[in-house]
């Protein structure tokens, strides 16, 4: 049984009652850096990104193609499944909405895939609707490899390993696919509100 | 694409007291056989990330996943589909 | 508590029921703040197993959670909540009659320092090398204790490398650990020596690589990375 270690704070975190913080979590002010592997190094020149599967035709861009797509500013507060909030977080992204644009598909599941393996899996209309964006800048800033750079998902609305870092594409399928962390002990929808962190929550 | 180390890469001998409450023995001594590459590693020396959402073991040669160990609301989960094979000693 | 450097410090802890522990192995503490809140991190023993008591030393990082804590706040008398020992791969066992070649850089000397104060305990005369990489002479921890240790000429050596600043007169190595150092002062490869690497894992990643390349045998050379500081 643990006690009370005499004196000890921890790092800086606020559990403060908000109604912009979900069940279980707390604030912080610093940004964690979490990663399942090697931080990929992704030259811009080499970077694509697809969108493929149940799909009329797949669609792809190159760094130069994807820089060209109407871009917006947004702030959201990010939660991630090991207790941390960060509140007004700011990123330079493209609308989901903007990048399947014409895109004609019956498929009610995706799966995000990324450079290094990671895939994390979400039903297609959490990803529209203004609910997502592929993001490449942190507070102005060209988002860093450590973060998930050159580009990664933003899908605020749930907890944030289903925001996949160094996004290489989004594929449409048929059938919902579990992916890295859905497999083995994460919540297949992660709902932050409804405390949806493991399997049976 | 070229794929560097991360700083944040540890060892199997990081992970020697979530394995010792697992298993019933210590177990960074035990070799295992990446079921990708066929390489055999004393778990001490596999690739180990621990700041995740949970535990993932990689194998040092390929870089195969070959453990992932999730720890939350009240279970674990264990992956070892990795590991072919796990050798380690019933002393 | 026995301030070592002026960011490295060694605690001594009363442990009833210790099973006792083999060196190179590790603990893992716990601290729970009021909140709830806990941090657990790992902390190689220093101590030998002949010690009465348990010795972890740790580094004070900066932007440390735990080490601050534990180097800046805890009192005699307090209590620290810790499960082990742990690790049966990176130790030393002396019926192991190898040569030992032991590369620390950092706070990665600390393992290693238990199995020099083991090797003394038990009186071994197993030769033993030391190749240890700090900053600069004052983060040298264990300083006086090493240079005691290998002056008693009993078979122990120690190496010193000091990478960023050397006081007037060094001379001892002022670099990072190369193929060049490596190869002055580890045992020849027909004497099949057994290799410790522990600290920082860029230094550890980067020891462990050129002694393969230098043809010493893979499962002879055991590594324990203590992430990007770690000293």
Not at chain 1, 188 to 197: A, F, K, S, T, V
Not at chain 3, 180 to 198: D, G, I, K, N
């Amino acid at each position: 049984m643990s006690f009370i270690s005499r004196g000890f704070r921890g790092k800086r975190r606020d559990t403060a009652s908000s109604s912009r913080l979900p069940p279980g979590q707390y604030i912080v002010t610093d940004y964690p850096v979490l990663s399942a592997g090697p931080t990929p190094r992704i030259p811009l020149n080499e970077w694509t990104f697809v969108i493929e599967g149940e799909i009329d035709k797949p669609r792809s861009w190159n760094w130069e193609e994807f820089r060209k797509l109407p871009t917006e500013q947004v702030t959201k507060d990010i939660h991630c499944v090991t207790k941390w909030s960060k509140f007004d977080t700011g990123w330079t992204g493209v609308s989901m909405d903007k990048i399947l644009e014409g895109v004609e598909t019956a498929a009610e599941y995706t799966v995000q895939f990324s450079y290094g393996g990671y895939t994390t899996n979400l039903p297609l209309e959490d990803l529209t609707g203004g609910k997502a964006w592929v993001v490449y800048e942190f507070d102005g800033q060209p988002l860093h490899p450590e973060h998930g750079g050159p580009a990664r998902m933003l899908v605020p609305h749930l907890y944030f390993w289903k925001s996949a870092k160094w996004i290489r594409g989004i594929r449409l399928v048929n059938e919902d696919e579990p992916g890295f962390w859905e497999t083995n002990g994460y919540h297949n929808y992660g709902d932050p509100w409804r405390e949806q962190r493991y399997w049976g929550d | 694409m070229t794929v560097q180390q991360s700083d944040l890469k540890l060892d199997g001998n990081a992970i020697g007291g979530l394995l010792r409450e697992i298993f019933t023995m210590e177990m960074t001594a035990a070799e295992g056989t990446c079921s990708s590459c066929g390489k055999v590693h004393a778990v001490g020396q596999v690739e180990v990330y621990m700041n995740a959402p949970g535990v993932v073991v990689r194998c040092p040669a390929c870089g195969q996943v070959q453990m992932r160990i999730v720890k939350g609301g009240g279970r674990y989960w264990l992956d070892l589909s990795g590991i072919r094979c796990l050798e380690f000693s019933s002393d | 508590m026995v301030q070592e450097t002026p960011r490295v410090a060694s605690l001594v802890l009363e442990m009833p029921d210790w099973p006792g522990h083999l060196a190179g192995q590790h603990v893992d503490v716990r601290v729970t703040a009021e909140d709830g809140y806990q941090a657990e991190r790992s902390y190689s023993i220093a101590s030998s197993p002949e010690d009465s008591r348990l010795a972890i030393t740790v580094e004070r990082l900066d932007d440390g959670e735990v080490s601050p804590y534990l180097v800046g706040e805890l009192r005699i008398g307090d209590k620290v909540e810790l499960r082990g020992p742990i690790g049966g791969y990176f130790v030393w066992r002396p019926a192991d009659e190898r040569p030992l070649l032991l590369v620390g850089g950092g706070s990665g000397v600390v393992p290693l320092m238990a199995m020099i104060r083991h090797r003394v305990a038990i009186n071994s005369k197993t030769p033993t090398r030391l190749l240890y990489s700090s900053r600069s002479q004052d983060d040298i921890i264990y300083r006086a204790e090493l240079e005691r240790l290998a002056a008693r000429a009993d078979g122990l050596t120690v190496a010193h490398t000091l990478t960023r600043m050397q006081p007037a007169g060094w001379d001892g190595y002022a670099r990072r650990i190369d193929l060049a150092m490596l190869s002055e002062v580890a045992w020849p490869r027909h004497e099949m020596p057994l290799t410790f690497v522990c600290g920082p894992t860029p230094l550890v990643e980067s020891v462990a690589s050129l002694m393969v390349d230098m043809g010493y045998d893979p499962p002879s050379i055991k590594t324990e990375r203590f992430g990007p500081t770690g000293g």
